[in-house]
């Protein structure tokens, strides 16, 4: 059976610099076009900058290495199913905010940036 051709968007990263005054073009981040960032809020630490994406996933930017991974939010508890997410900061970390139909909500904090 062949395999599902996966189509993909490529998205340009500029970091802007105050020393030089000047923008520098990073290595474009690769993402199936069927992936992409839910809201233009990101959250930032420590010289990462996260995104959340439609498929539940948190893209990784570390603007220092140059380098991007993709990190699995939490899975959910029991039957807790998310209508609404977003990234939080919280103490200087990184947090992800769930809230379920029933109104409760979900808090977790990443420990390692």
Same mark, same amino acid.
């Given at each position: 059976?062949?395999?599902?051709?996966?189509?993909?968007?490529?998205?340009?990263?500029?970091?802007?610099? +105050?020393?030089?005054?000047?923008?520098?073009?990073?290595?474009?981040?690769?993402?199936? +076009?069927?992936?992409?960032?839910?809201?233009?809020?990101?959250?930032?630490?420590?010289?990462?900058?996260?995104?959340?994406?439609?498929?539940?996933?948190?893209?990784?930017?570390?603007?220092?290495?140059?380098?991007?991974?993709?990190?699995?939010?939490?899975?959910?508890?029991?039957?807790?199913?998310?209508?609404?997410?977003?990234?939080?900061?919280?103490?200087?970390?990184?947090?992800?905010?769930?809230?379920?139909?029933?109104?409760?909500?979900?808090?977790?904090?990443?420990?390692?940036?």
């Amino acid at each position: 059976m062949p395999k599902e051709k996966v189509d993909y968007d490529y998205y340009n990263v500029e970091l802007f610099s +105050s020393t030089t005054w000047q923008w520098r073009e990073f290595q474009s981040v690769q993402l199936p +076009s069927s992936v992409y960032p839910v809201s233009d809020e990101a959250v930032t630490s420590g010289g990462v900058v996260y995104f959340l994406l439609s498929n539940d996933t948190i893209l990784r930017f570390d603007i220092y290495s140059e380098e991007h991974i993709l990190i699995f939010t939490p899975s959910p508890i029991n039957d807790f199913k998310p209508y609404a997410s977003r990234l939080i900061k919280f103490h200087g970390k990184l947090g992800y905010f769930s809230i379920s139909e029933d109104h409760l909500w979900a808090i977790w904090v990443f420990i390692q940036n």
